[in-house]
């Protein structure tokens, strides 16, 4: 792997592009690290996609609208940072839903040994005594009276 | 139904509601990879156009696909070659950027957009390279991935 930033080759409007890169890249990893943890990042990545958006529309009106580039680049930046601030809370979010799967799998596990368990020891005992509760009101008759 | 059936029915049932609850704690490794394709006007694999005049806007289609396992932060860049630029899976072409592309795209997600591209000088056996790049995240930086096209084209005046 061979590594540059290219993005920066492009640095239009300076500084404030630099921030709006920066700002976007550390969001991700953010998110990415989010995601690791089992948190739903969906929404943030959705939102992180519109800064990206905004950073590109910022180069391409930069010779022509300046001002409207700067105003895109700021708003990006936000967007990113909120995006950061938010992936704290998904990402302890995932973990927690990440540990209740975790005793979900390993509840149900022993729910059902203990009922297998049960059913092997006492089964023959259960089913004899509901079959006579069942049948007691029968009477057994001789076929050939 | 003797006891012995009756065991074995119940150890099944056992065995299959236990690998049931655990099953979505094993991990599955799966082969990781990106991939990246140029698609013509029509988002097919035809219709490239092979002879452009300078400054002559054309249309063309990326598309990327994620598969690594987790979400990406893909860029491609849209460099001018020439015929002898060198460009492989593990270097990049030393050539001008003509335009980047950037998008996040989630696990097992893809990710096609419109390309308008146009060339400021003449040329036969002009090359537009397209490179995949991909942010790493421990290393804080893009990364070229590997992955490249290209079209030619002759550009006249």
């Known amino acids: 792997m061979i590594s540059i930033t290219p993005i920066s080759s492009h640095e239009a409007t300076g500084g404030q592009l630099a921030t709006a890169n920066s700002s976007v890249n550390s969001a991700f990893s953010s998110v990415y690290y989010a995601e690791q943890k089992g948190g739903d990042v969906s929404a943030l990545v959705e939102k992180l996609n519109i800064a990206v958006s905004l950073i590109q529309r910022a180069l391409a009106e930069n010779a022509t609208d300046p001002n409207a580039a700067s105003a895109d680049l700021s708003n990006a930046t936000t967007i990113a940072q909120m995006v950061s601030m938010n992936s704290t809370s998904v990402s302890s979010g995932g973990s927690l839903a990440r540990q209740l799967r975790l005793y979900e799998s390993l509840g149900t596990v022993a729910a059902t040994l203990g009922i297998a368990a049960l059913a092997y020891l006492m089964g023959d005992r259960v089913y004899r005594r509901l079959w006579l509760r069942v049948y007691r009101n029968h009477v057994v008759k001789k076929s050939d009276e | 139904m003797n006891r012995q059936t009756a065991t074995i029915i119940l150890a099944s049932i056992t065995i299959l509601v236990v690998v049931t609850a655990l099953a979505p704690l094993i991990p599955v490794k799966q082969q990781r990879y990106s991939e990246l394709g140029i698609l013509g006007p029509d988002q097919t694999t035809r219709g490239y156009p092979t002879t452009v005049g300078v400054n002559q806007p054309f249309l063309l289609y990326g598309f990327v696909g994620n598969h690594e396992g987790s979400i990406e932060n893909y860029q491609m860049l849209v460099k001018l070659g020439i015929q002898s630029t ?55 930086n893009f990364e070229y991935t590997g992955l490249w096209n290209q079209i030619w084209l002759n550009v006249t005046a």
């Open chain 2, 86 to 140: 060198l460009v492989s899976n593990s270097t990049y072409a030393n050539a001008p950027v003509l335009t980047t592309f950037w998008h996040i795209v989630r696990d097992n997600e893809t990710w096609t957009f419109p390309m308008t591209l146009s060339v400021n000088q003449v040329g036969n056996n002009t090359r537009i390279i397209f490179e995949l790049w991909s942010y790493n995240v421990p290393a804080s």
